[in-house]
């Protein structure tokens, strides 16, 4: 639910700000291709210097990856994956009322 709340406020704020079918689509695979690259699911963090392994925790995509893992790899509970829900979570809401925002801005000016 956390991993689909924050990848559907991703999408929400993207669909607003962008114009064209062709810059969401070019803008939201940079977006992914980024966060993937940075959250650790392209390069496994333990690979990376110590700096980016500590960076990698400002990503979505590394908090989901973390979950999964603590659930699926190193059979932990739920109280293990709290935090990463938790800020996922938060990450979803926070896009999605930004997203709500922009889009009432838009809506008063008749954009």
């Not at 969401?24 to 980024?34: N, Q, V, W």
Request: charged share 15%; aromatic share 8%.
């Amino acid at each position: 639910f956390a991993l689909s709340l924050s990848a559907i406020g991703l999408s929400m704020l993207i669909a607003v700000v962008i114009e064209s079918v062709e810059q969401a689509t070019t803008i939201g695979g940079i977006i992914s291709i980024l966060l993937g690259a940075i959250g650790g699911v392209m390069v496994p963090k333990f690979i990376m210097p110590d700096f980016m392994q500590t960076f990698s925790n400002v990503s979505p995509m590394s908090w989901g990856l973390e979950g999964f893992l603590d659930i699926l790899l190193r059979r932990e509970g739920f109280e293990a994956v709290l935090p990463e829900v938790i800020a996922l979570t938060l990450f979803g809401v926070v896009l999605l009322a930004i997203s709500m925002l922009i889009f009432s801005i838009k809506v008063r000016r008749g954009l």
